[in-house]
């Protein structure tokens, strides 16, 4: 184990991982210590994070040390998406281990004289979906599947029994903590302003529409994570594996993290911080209320849409892709062309007309696109459960 840490510390002071992701893998190598030495066991299918740990090393040293050929960039990506998804496979076979047939069974709890203001969920595994109701109080719909089970008596005391809903005056609290259970939660709040929402998934994707809320803060192992239609001041959204779509949604400060899939946001956010490792990135701003964006992809490309009333300026970078701008409207450009790094600098010519967008965005593979749109929203699909995400 000590080796493995050490190679997570040379990850670090190499920059191919941040402080932040290398203190979770090495909580993930404390808490998994058997699969750090399954090389032993099979070094070709079941290297665990001993195999992850070369193959994000050897990937970051090369990327980060010269600027590849055509056909290499092609290979090193391929070989990347390959390991990712491998890499990610690896992790849902340890810690899932559902086998047989389960007992399924619904379950409801309902709380009608309370009117929460802050919200806290959490499931091993399970989607959770939130939505408004015009209904008293809190109401959580509960689709449950207990594996080992002999019946649905002892299935429906094990849920009992391993989950918690509490709600009390502005607070509401729902938790499943058993692995062995998969529980797909739909929970119904009063269509009213909250004013914090914290939810943590392990396997699951989670979804909310047409809340509004000061600040929701999202956290997934591995699971998609959709919001639409709300108005969220602070926003802070992870998944290990699975894409981040926001569309009309407004707020002050989102901060969206992907190691393995797309971010997408369609919106008004002031300040907007923006990370896949491996995933495209798609950012359009539908207002002159941007003021800052920052994009990091390792293999993915980046494009921004922005009005083309609202003055930019800004950087964008790139190892092996192109970067492209706006044929028109942009004055100042200074480009570099350098061994390991390509970068353009901009700026919009109405920059001194009042408001302005500052513009950072960096891949190392992928290709950086900047251009103009409108500021007319996109008015809301008709149907959205059915062509939510759709294309994405």
Known sequence: MSEEKLRILKMLESGIISADEAVKLIEALEKNPASAGASTKSTDSSKGFAGIFEELEKIGQKIAGHRPTSDTVHQSKDKLFEFMQTAMQRVKDIDLPFMGKGTEFAHEFHEENVMPRRMKIETANGAVTIRPWEGKGVKVECRVKVYGAGSEEEARESFLKNSIFYAREEKLSFSVGLKLMKTDVTLYVPSKDLEDISVKLFNGSFDMRDINSEKLDVRAANGKIELKSGQIKTLDME??????????CQGEHAELNSFNGAI?????????????????????????????????????NIELYVPKELPVKGEIRTTAGRLQLPETGMT?????DERIQKSLKFESDNLNEGRQLVIDAETKTGSVTLRASSLRQTPPTTDPDETFGAGI
């Open 332 to 336: 100042n450009v200074v480009e570099k």
């Open 264 to 300: 997408h946001i369609v919106g008004t956010y002031r300040f907007s911080d923006l990370k896949s490792f491996n995933g495209n990135v798609l950012y359009d701003a539908k207002s002159d209320q941007a003021e800052a964006v920052k994009v990091e992809s390792m293999t993915g």
């Open 239 to 248: 998944t290990g594996n699975g894409p981040i779509r926001l569309i009309d």
